[in-house]
């Protein structure tokens, strides 16, 4: 359990649970983590109303509830990061599950949607993608949504959306704004007319095109 003086005070794993993830902040640092390795000043920038000795705070309760890691990055990088562990993996269905319930609700105006919306539907999306919308074999798709970077690694019937560019030659790629993402996500209007537009930017083999637009639009 968490150090801390809040708790439940109950058997019920729901409440166990909440001990553990349910401060303030902590479960947008697993959102963040769930899409690859961060360094402080990465989730910092992410999180910049944590500020930083509440995330400090919030990482070390991580690690000592055994669902963080720190760790180096392999060279020529070597930078320190953070990382979850098998234990915070398991926190992916949840917080998905949450990211769905979520993603229905209105948006407020007064906040900033870029960055939470473009992660929340790459999560949900990976998650959902239909088994047919998975290559056999591993494949790495490359997404710019506005000033953003993820990519998307598929193979063994799972997809993994990750934070920055794509490591490697991406198979397929997708670049638009946060508002085409929109609608291509709810199937207002059909990638043909987005890109016809000029809305919607998409490169690569046509079959591998297809599984990437079948994983971002809602179904």
Aim: hydrophobic share 45%; net charge neutral.
């Amino acid at each position: 359990m968490a150090a801390t003086s809040r708790t439940y005070g109950q058997m019920c794993p729901i409440a166990r649970s909440l001990d553990i993830v349910g401060e303030r902040w902590t479960l947008l640092i697993v959102r963040e983590l769930l899409l690859g390795p961060k360094r402080f000043k990465d989730l910092l920038a992410e999180l910049p109303r944590m500020g930083t000795n509440r995330l400090s705070d919030r990482l070390a309760a991580l690690e000592r509830d055994g669902l963080i890691v720190r760790t180096t990055l392999p060279a020529p990088g070597g930078a320190r990061v953070y990382e979850l562990t098998e234990r915070g993996e398991g926190l992916r269905v949840p917080v998905v599950a949450l990211a769905q319930w979520g993603v229905a609700l209105p948006l407020d105006e007064r906040l900033d949607p870029s960055t939470a919306r473009a992660v929340l539907l790459a999560l949900v999306r990976c998650a959902t993608a239909p088994p047919d919308a998975i290559s056999a074999a591993r494949e790495i798709y490359d997404l710019t949504i506005g000033d953003e970077r993820f990519h998307i690694l598929t193979g063994g019937g799972v997809a993994l959306p990750r934070s920055g560019p794509s490591p490697l030659a991406p198979d397929a790629s997708l670049a638009c704004d946060l508002a085409t993402l929109l609608a291509l996500d709810a199937g207002a209007v059909s990638a043909a007319d987005l890109q016809a537009e000029g809305r919607l930017d998409l490169e690569g083999p046509a079959d591998a095109v297809a599984r990437l637009l079948t994983i971002m639009r809602r179904r």
